[in-house]
């Protein structure tokens, strides 16, 4: 069950000691939503709902973290950004900003406390701080700055920019740098014990190792650093397996890096792990989804043989569980790592 000492359990991971236990996240909101019995829209626009349902499942299957999150235009949508909701989808945008110099010129920083939808997100996180306390790492969302620029301008533009205007693209993530670090803040204000930094965007399904380290590197440090000032966490994700883009990622300061399911976890925490914790990397679609649970426990354990045997490693899903993920699967996975991630780990 969740314990008073998991906070301290993840400093020990994050200092790339050996804990009591390994920690047990799972990106679990849309497997949690449908649990519940509820629509995404419905998790997105009440907060009694959104509550409910990451207590619940915290409760119910015996995860270490709680990380409300409905999508990833919380921020971005003050901006200009035109968005679009659907009962089971994740808001998306159906409107992106003009990409020109005029357009960064005229972004404006507004208070993540006032504006939006943002405050309704800090209310949950405090509501389930109240709730759980310190016997789960309450944990928030910020974009990472490159990937911030991706939701403003669109993925394709983003990547443009690269080629055609490179002033432009460095004066809109120093403004994404600033907004993410406020949003940041807020949330940790709001009682978040951890901040997830997406940064999909920067990953190798699109940027070179070259280009990762001239735009997405620093910015990204730079939010990383002011997070852990504030005393938080910092869990990047970039869904990444390319080695190159990780070794670079493992120099900049994060608690843990999440690594994607096409990684060998073997290889990453030999060529990573003596510098950051790792996190990840069960698959969740060809494993948790359409495995069977003996296939699942089985993973599991193949990646705790990986990664986990000396510590530095908290268990965690490569991306979302999906809603169409069995029930049995979820709790096969967590409770081999609850069963066999006890240390010392002598025998999986």
């Not at 993410?180 to 940790?188: C, F, G, N, T, V």
């Not at 060809?286 to 993973?299: A, C, D, R």
């Not at 193949?302 to 490693?313: S, V």
């Amino acid at each position: 069950m969740a314990y008073e000492g998991i906070l301290k359990d993840i400093r020990i991971c994050v200092d790339l000691g050996i804990p009591e236990r390994i920690p047990m996240f799972g990106i679990g909101m849309p497997f949690n939503i449908k649990m519940a019995g509820i629509t995404h829209s419905q998790y997105t626009n009440d907060i009694d709902l959104m509550t409910k349902t990451e207590v619940d499942s915290v409760l119910k299957y015996d995860y270490d973290w709680a990380i409300p999150f409905s999508d990833d235009f919380l921020e971005i949508e003050p901006l200009g950004v035109v968005t679009k909701q659907q009962e089971n989808i994740p808001i998306a945008a159906v409107k992106y900003l003009d990409v020109s110099h005029k357009t960064v010129k005229n972004l404006k920083l507004s208070d993540c406390t006032k504006t939006g939808r943002m405050p309704s997100l800090l209310e949950v996180q405090r509501k389930i701080k109240n709730i759980l306390k310190n016997t789960i790492c309450l944990t928030g969302h910020v974009a990472a700055p490159f990937t911030a620029v991706s939701l403003l301008f669109g993925t394709a533009e983003t990547l443009m920019l690269i080629h055609n205007d490179r002033q432009l693209l460095n004066e809109v993530i120093d403004f994404c740098t600033e907004l993410e670090i406020r949003w940041a803040q807020a949330q940790l204000d709001a009682g978040a014990d951890a901040i997830w930094l997406g940064d999909c965007v920067a990953s190798s399904s699109f940027i070179s190792p070259g280009q990762f380290a001239e735009f997405a590197a620093e910015p990204a440090k730079k939010v990383c650093e002011s997070i852990k000032d504030k005393g938080g966490f910092v869990f990047y994700h970039s869904s990444e397996n390319s080695i190159k883009h990780l070794k670079l990622a493992a120099e900049m300061g994060f608690s843990a890096i999440n690594i994607g399911e096409g990684a060998d976890m073997a290889e990453v925490k030999k060529q990573i792990g003596d510098k950051v914790c790792v996190m990840g990397n069960i698959n969740p679609i060809e494993i948790l989804w359409q495995g069977s649970p003996k296939e699942v426990e089985k993973e599991t354990k193949r990646i705790i043989e990986a990664a986990g045997r000396n510590g530095g490693f908290i268990f965690n899903s490569a991306e979302g569980i999906v809603m169409e993920t069995p029930e049995e699967n979820l709790k096969a996975m967590i409770n081999t790592v609850k069963s066999v991630g006890k240390y010392p780990i002598s025998k999986i």
